[in-house]
């Protein structure tokens, strides 16, 4: 168990909230899920699926100028996809008349004031964490004074920016979060994706997000380290109007999750989108729920990524090999592996009798018959890798090589090369070989061994496929710390797009199927994939160096 989850069965030993477990997992809708927020989704969610509460999903929609329905839509989308069930879906966007009636209740009490100081003066005013603030000089005016002009804020007679509604606490508090923070803010230019141009003042997230909480009944509030220090001041707005013995959520944090090589803020996935340096939200470099899982990685994969790293109260970075070290694990079990051949050179068997086709009964995973066989079609003409065949070849060079070894064609027969043909500028076009035609795999002759055993796809058989070779999108382990601007550190082979010649049987494909080219990698069907057209995504290569450094 993990150290909110320790927690949370004390709590239930101790009978706290009468047994009930609630949680939430509380995004704003302002972009698109990231692998980040998959760690707060499984636990969240994780928690009440273990210990028999529920987990709801809470939009934070204070904010319209950045908030969209396209990403209330996708974050539910996705969380559905990682295989996760939410109780209700609530929005805070809905509490916003409550919140306004408390807010007008902290001015009636003398708990808040109007400012009319620009950001920029209330920002001169906060001090440091070693000096006192200085107090505004419109915190003291009248309560009646305060009610009118926060009335005419909502009522959309003061422009955008003019005016805020304080909380009056304390302007030396040690905690910075104490020294009078903003509560409402005025917002005219954008209609709410939900409450449309009802509001024109909208509650500030912190003013926003504990009453939300308490609203809904939450039990244990789980969120990350940055809001440690808000939690007190989530505490001081619940304190003012919920008695002493009532229930009250409680929040826990836990460390973010940071990994090397991506980013991990919105913000900053925003700026990639908008600017065209990716093609997507879910372009398959993307470190988005919606990316990773058009590169290939599976809902399971990433849960069993999340389970491995564990939640601890230290921040830290996490290894982009370990990611990808789980996604080979995963697929390793379940991709059929086929052959693609990126590099053809076509092989001529010339012994082969003319208009001789045959089937070739290959396993989907070799040595794991249950999962089944699939026919390769086999005939006189074979596209090989370039790189399996040598001119001259010296005794290191086990694979195809005039008068060299004798090679066997995977799955099927041995052959042994014979010469080659080349093209004007010295390219070689075709490879001549001869093939032992009692050496099938799988009768009687084939059980003969050979040093190698090269790829091939039967050429007037083999389909067409357009292949992106995707890699980690910075350059650089840590973008967020380097000085530079992080757009500057993009990997500028992030994606090489080629083509390959691969077996018949992936004519019938479906979107997002996985595959293990053989000795290429892990790959899976790209949405843009039609009849007649294959695209395939590189999920992972196969060299794991994870292990090595473990
Ligand atoms: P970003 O910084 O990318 O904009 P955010 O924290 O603003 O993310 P929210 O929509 O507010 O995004 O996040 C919803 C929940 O997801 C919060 O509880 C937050 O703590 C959690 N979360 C966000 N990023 C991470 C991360 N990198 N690791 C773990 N949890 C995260
Ligand atoms: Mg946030």
Known sequence: MNFIEEIVEKDLQEKKNDGRIQTRFPPEPNGYLHIGHV?????????????????????????????????????????????????NVYYASDYFQQLYDLAIRFIKEGKAYVDEQTAEQIAEQKGTPTEPGQNSPYRDRPVEENLRLFQAMQNGEVPDGKMVLRAKIDMANPNMHFRDPIMYRIITTHPHHRTGRRWNVYPMYDFAHGQSD???????????????????????????????NEYRPHQYEFNRLNITYTVMSKRKMLQLVKEGLVAGWDDPRMPTVCGLRRRGYTAEAIRAFIDKIGYTKVEGMIDLGLLEHTVRECLKEKAPRVC????????????????????ITAENIDGMPELGTRRMPFGKEL??????????????????????????????????????????????????????????????????????????????????????????????????????????????????????????SLRNVQMQDHFQFLKQGYFVVDDDSAPGRLVFNRTASLKDNWQKKA
Not at 75 to 82: P, Y
Not at 341 to 358: A, C, G, H, K, S
Not at 447 to 474: G, M
């Open 340 to 359: 693609a051949i990126f590099d053809p050179v076509r092989l001529i068997l010339t012994n082969w009798p003319e208009n001789r086709q045959e089937d």
């Open 39 to 87: 760690k707060a989704i499984c636990m969240d969610f994780g928690i009440a699926e273990r210990f028999g509460g529920v987990c709801n999903l809470r939009f934070d929609d204070t904010n319209p100028v950045k908030e969209d329905v396209e990403y209330v839509d996708s974050i539910m989308r996705d969380i559905a996809w990682l295989g996760f069930h939410w109780g």
């Open 214 to 244: 308490y609203f809904e009944g939450v039990t244990h509030s789980i969120c990350t380290l940055e809001f440690v220090v808000h939690r007190p001041l989530y505490d001081w707005f619940i304190d003012q109007f919920v008695p002493q």
């Open 383 to 504: 596209w090989i890798e370039r790189q399996d065949f040598q001119e001259e070849g010296d005794k290191n060079f086990y694979r195809l090589s005039p008068g060299g070894r004798e090679v066997r064609l995977k799955s099927a027969y041995i052959v042994q090369a014979t010469g080659c043909e080349k093209d004007s500028e010295g390219r070689i076009t075709t490879v001549y070989a001869t093939c032992d035609l009692d050496s099938k795999s799988g009768t009687e002759g084939g059980n003969r061994k050979t040093k190698a055993t090269i790829n091939w796809v039967e050429c007037n058989s083999a389909l067409d496929a357009e292949v992106r070779l995707y890699d980690r999108l910075f350059a650089v382990e840590n973008p967020s710390a380097d000085e530079r601007d992080f757009r500057e550190l993009l990997n500028p082979d992030s994606l090489k797009v080629t083509t390959a010649k691969v077996e018949s």
